[in-house]
């Protein structure tokens, strides 16, 4: 947990870095332009600079290296505030140079930790104008010169384009990472199938298909035979890998339309759209030859065969759920008839004229 937390917050160091410096980079331009007329002590200019071109790569710094980086950064950023509310007593609260920079803080302590973060940093600017009247004394700067309206001009555009730039590569970030979310939350992690409950899903959409415009589509249920056999002799290790022999084995030998899944243990279900009975016959029964002669030159003994219920979709059927049913009706069957076959569903009859290819 801890691993899965630093890796977050050295994100979290890496994203603020950019911001900071280009925001304390031209912030420092800004606020010269109030120090300067005012004829501080030299420290206070020292200070500054160091603020504007230093502290971005301090503060990275000590993000990085820090055991716990997320907190580092937050500490970071209320260092940020505190300057910010300084460096607006300094110029004494000179209109244009201090709501440009809190506003700046503002809206990076919002974009980075929301209302909480945001609330830390208005205290913290708080303390930092209280430190500034504490040193240089109360104050009130109401004129605006020319130059202090362009030296607050990059501040108001370049960071905002800065801090927004983020939030978009961010947001990119995020919706990559909710789509291989999402493609995990649907896929068997063994197989590379769609698992059980999404496979059923996307049944029942194909079923609600052809009632809306009466098409052609079988259904098949895959049994591995004597599977619990092959994990007792062999090891589940591999009884994984014959689960993973004939997901491969599905993927090659069916048309892109196609929706294999794993339906159960030893289990696998395909739904072939516009495919007639005799057509989806032929396709599993060149996959259960395919996998028939499959060997493993480590374990020659091993054998491989597969029992298959095909069922086709009929107008009759209430829901998905009996076509389904008729489908494992018809794998029983085979499984009962001595396995290792392709069977129909009870009713249906696949022309005689069919020949199963080699």
């Known amino acids: 947990m801890t691993q899965i937390s630093n890796g977050k917050g ?18 420092l331009f800004s606020v010269l332009s109030g120090v300067l007329p005012l004829q501080l002590p030299y420290w206070v200019v020292a200070l ?43 110029v004494q609260f000179n209109p244009l140079i201090s709501v440009t920079i809190l506003a700046m803080m503002g809206m990076n302590n919002v974009a980075a930790g929301g209302q909480r973060l945001f609330v830390q940093g208005l205290l913290a600017m708080g303390l930092g104008m209280v ?51 999402s493609a995990l939350s649907r896929t068997d992690s063994l ?39 092959i994990n007792d002799v062999y090891g589940h290790v591999v009884g994984d890998c014959v689960l993973r022999q004939l997901s491969v084995e599905l993927k090659r030998n069916l048309r892109e339309d196609d929706v294999p899944g794993r339906y159960g243990g030893d289990e ?12 989806a016959s032929q396709v599993m029964e060149r996959l259960r030859q395919r996998v028939n002669e499959y060997r493993n030159e480590q374990l020659p003994q091993l054998r491989i065969s597969l029992s298959i219920g095909l069922a086709s979709f009929q107008p009759g059927f209430a829901d998905s759920m009996v076509w389904l049913n008729e489908a494992d009706k018809a794998l029983y069957a085979a499984k009962q008839s001595g396995r290792n076959k392709v069977n129909v569903a009870r009713g249906e009859v696949v022309p005689l004229r069919l020949a199963y290819p080699d």
């Open 268 to 279: 696998f279900g395909v739904i072939l759209p516009g495919c007639s009975l005799e057509h």
């Open 191 to 229: 197989t590379g199938l769609f698992n059980h409950g999404s496979w059923k899903d996307l049944l029942q959409l194909r079923f609600q298909l052809c009632q809306q415009a009466p098409a052609q589509a079988v259904i098949a249920i895959i049994d591995i035979d004597h599977f619990k056999t």
């Open 10 to 27: 050295l994100s979290f160091v890496r994203r603020i870095y950019l911001p900071r410096i280009i925001g304390s980079g031209i912030g």
């Open 131 to 181: 430190a500034a009247v504490a040193l240089f004394g109360p104050s009130l700067q109401l004129e605006v010169s020319t130059v202090q309206v362009y030296a607050c001009l990059p501040m108001l555009t370049l960071y905002p384009l800065a801090l927004g730039w983020v939030c978009y590569r961010l947001a990119i970030k995020l919706a990559e990472h909710k789509r291989s979310l």
């Open 48 to 90: 500054l600079v160091f603020n504007g071109l230093g502290w971005p790569h301090l503060a990275y710094q000590l993000g990085l290296r820090s055991q716990a980086p997320y907190r580092a950064e937050q500490r970071n950023l209320m260092v940020d505030s505190l300057m910010g509310g300084f460096w607006a007593g300094t």
